[in-house]
């Protein structure tokens, strides 16, 4: 099993940027794909990125060009990176497997509005 909490969430303006990141705890970190997630209110839950162990990369088509996934396996972290922020980025941000594992933490809420 692995505990994830995510951090770096808050309010910030059209155009603007923040930095999440998702603290990790388990045996499996390491070797284990990990995907940044968002659910806005009123829709379902949504992969944004993921990443593998060994730094591999994928984004969702409304978030390329402006967020970069990385990790640190040394410090069992991973980071969400997120520039020219939209008011559609609005959402509660998870992370979490990929594949997803079926449970879920409380997130970190980013709010882009002007």
């Known amino acids: 099993q692995v505990q994830l909490v995510e951090s770096g969430g808050g309010l910030v303006q059209p155009g603007g940027s923040l930095r999440l990141s998702c603290a990790a705890s388990?045996?499996?970190?390491?070797?284990?794909?990990m995907g940044w997630y968002r659910q806005g209110p009123g829709k379902q839950r949504e992969l944004v990125a993921h990443?593998?162990?060994?730094?591999?990369?994928n984004y969702a088509d409304s978030v390329k060009g402006r967020f970069t996934i990385s990790r640190d396996n040394a410090k069992n972290t991973m980071y969400l990176q997120m520039n020219s922020l939209k008011p559609e980025d609005t959402a509660v941000y998870y992370c979490?497997?990929?594949?997803?594992?079926?449970?879920w933490g409380q997130g970190t809420q980013v709010t882009v509005s002007s």
């Open positions: 990443i593998t162990s060994g730094g591999s990369t």
């Open positions: 979490n497997t990929y594949p997803a594992y079926p449970s």
């Open positions: 388990g045996a499996i970190f390491r070797i284990a794909t």
